[in-house]
C-alpha cells in the first residue's frame, strides 16, 4: 500500500467514516437501550451478591472495601466496560471474511486509521449509552467530591486504556488476516482482560503474588486502577505502577503493531465479495 | 411425525452441524477452549469469594461449586441447542421459510437450526467440577442421579421456554438479541443461591424466567434442604411450564408471517 500522509482532505474524510458509523450504529438504537438495561441490573445483582457475602460475614469491610465502596466499585467497572469495549478485531474480522477489506484498500486513506474511526463511532456511542450512565450514578451514589488532581488522574488512566485495547484489538484483528475467524480468540482475550482486570472480582482479593504480578499487565489500569482511583482505596504506588506500566505496555505494543502490520497487509486477500 | 423421528431428524442434523463446525478446525479448538475456559472464572469468583469472607450464609464452598457447576451444565445445554438470534434472524429474513416446509414438527425443526456446539467444552468443564465437589462431599450416586433427573425436567422447561421467548420476542420487537442478554444476566445470578436476593427476586426466577427449577431447588433437594413434597411439587411445575411454553410456541407460530423472500 502506498505511503499516504494525513493531510486536510484525509481528515475531512476520516471524520466522515466517523459520522457514517455513527448514523449506521445509531440505526440499532434498541440494542444500546437494552444493553443498558441489562447492565443496570447486572451491577444490581452483583452488588446484591456482595451484600449477601458481607452480611454472611458480619463483617463491615473486606480488604479495606466496605459495602458502599464495593457498590460503587461495580458501578465504576460497568462504567470502564464500556470504554474498554472495542470492536476493533471484529470490524477487521468482518471487512477480512466479507471483502470489504478490498473496498478499504482503494480509498485513499489508511486502513489502520479508517479502521480505527469506524471502530471510534460505535466505541463513542457505548460511552454514551453506557459509561456516562454508570459514571453518573457512581458520583452520585458515593457522594465523592472529585478533586481536580483525581479527575485528571482518571482521565490518563482511561486514555491509556482506550489505547491500550484499541492496539490490542488491532493485533487482534490482524491475526483475522492469517485465521479468518477469531471470534473466539477476541472472547478469549476480553474475558481474560475481565477477569485479571478486577472486572470480576477486585483485585485486591487476589492473592498478593497475583496483585503484584496484575499491577504491571495491560490490565489492572483497564478496570481496576480507575475504578479505585475514583474510590480512593488504591495506593499512590500502584496507581504509578499501573500508569507506568500502561505506557510501557503502549510501546511494546505499539511497534509489535507496527511490525506485524508492516509484514501482514501484503497477505491480505479479499475472502468474499 | 413420530417422536423417533424427531430424533433421528435431530441426530441426522447434528452430525451435519458437527462436520460444518468442523470445517474451521482451529477456531473450532479455541471455541471449544474459550468455553472451558469460561466454566472455570465462577470457580476462581467463588474461591476468592470464600477466600476472603464466610461466603454465602447456609452454603459451603463445595455445594456452591455444585450450585454453579450445574448452571453451567444447564445453560451450555440451552445455549447448545438454541440460537435465540439464529431464530429471529431467519425469521425476520425468511429463512425460516424454508426449515418449515420440512415434515417434522416445528419446535423439532427450529431446535435442530444450530445452536453453539462449543458449549460442549463448557459442558465438560462444569461436569468434571461437578463430579469433583461430588465427591469431596461424599454424595450419594442415589441421590445424584435424582437430582440430574431434576436438573433435565427443568432444563427441558426451560428450554421450551426460551424457545417460546424467542419467538414472542420477535413479534414483540423483531429482535431476540436480548434474550442472549438475558441468559448473560442468568449466568450470573443463577451461579448463587436464589435466596440470597430476597423473595421478590426469587419468585421472579421461578416463576416468571424459571431458572430456579433446573438449578437452585434441585440443589436444595441434593443437600437435603426442601422436601420430597416440594420436590414433587417442583416436577411438576417444570412440566406445566415446558406444556404451557411449548403450545404458547405453536400459537404464536401460527401468527408468523415471512419477513423477507
Known sequence: ?273 | MSIVDSIRYYLITQEYSWKKFFAFRAQSLLWLFYNAFIGFLSVIAITVIYSVSSGFAGWNYYQMLILSSTLGMVLSSIWYNLNSWEISHSMRHGGLDSYMIRPYGLATVMLSMGGAYTELGGFATNLAIFAYSAWILHLSILYIIIFFSVVAIGTYALLMFFLMFSVLSYHLIKSSRFINNLLATLGMVGNYPLSIFGNIIMLLFTLLIPIGIAVYYPAELLFGEINITLSLAIIAFSLTVAFISYKLFYFLMRYYTSGGG
Not at chain 1, 462504567?79 to 478490498?102: C, F, H, K, P, Y
Not at chain 1, 483525581?150 to 485495547?165: G, H, N
Open chain 1, 1 to 273: 500500500m502506498k505511503f499516504q500522509f494525513i493531510n486536510k482532505e484525509n481528515i475531512d474524510a476520516y471524520i466522515a467514516t466517523i459520522v457514517i458509523g455513527l448514523k449506521n450504529s445509531l440505526a440499532y438504537k434498541l440494542d444500546y437501550i437494552l444493553a443498558l438495561f441489562f447492565n443496570f441490573i447486572n451491577v444490581l445483582f452483583m452488588i446484591l451478591i456482595w451484600s449477601a457475602v458481607y452480611l454472611g460475614t458480619n463483617v463491615s469491610s473486606i480488604k479495606g472495601l466496605s459495602l458502599p465502596d464495593i457498590d460503587v466499585y461495580f458501578f465504576m467497572i460497568y462504567a470502564l466496560r464500556g470504554v474498554v469495549n472495542t470492536d476493533l478485531s471484529s470490524i477487521m474480522e468482518e471487512d477480512i471474511q466479507s471483502g470489504g477489506v478490498a473496498t478499504s484498500y482503494i480509498k485513499p486513506l489508511r486502513y489502520p486509521i479508517e479502521v480505527f474511526m469506524r471502530s471510534f463511532s460505535s466505541d463513542l456511542l457505548t460511552m454514551i449509552f453506557t459509561t456516562l450512565p454508570f459514571f453518573a450514578i457512581a458520583i452520585l451514589i458515593s457522594h465523592i467530591a472529585l478533586a481536580f488532581n483525581t479527575v485528571l488522574l482518571l482521565l490518563v488512566e482511561i486514555l491509556i486504556a482506550y489505547i491500550l485495547i484499541n492496539l490490542i484489538g488491532f493485533l487482534l484483528g490482524m491475526t483475522a488476516i492469517k485465521l479468518i475467524y477469531i471470534g473466539s480468540l477476541t472472547e478469549i482475550i476480553f474475558t481474560t482482560m475481565l477477569l485479571l482486570g478486577g472486572g470480576i472480582i477486585p483485585l485486591n482479593m487476589m492473592p498478593s503474588i497475583v496483585q503484584q504480578i496484575l499491577y504491571i499487565s495491560p490490565f489492572a489500569i483497564m478496570l481496576y486502577i480507575p475504578a479505585t482511583t475514583f474510590l480512593g482505596t488504591v495506593s499512590q504506588s500502584v496507581i504509578i505502577t499501573g500508569i507506568i506500566a500502561g505506557l510501557v505496555w503502549i510501546i511494546i505494543l505499539t511497534i509489535a503493531a507496527f511490525i506485524a502490520w508492516g509484514r501482514l497487509r501484503r497477505q491480505i486477500t479479499s475472502a468474499g465479495g
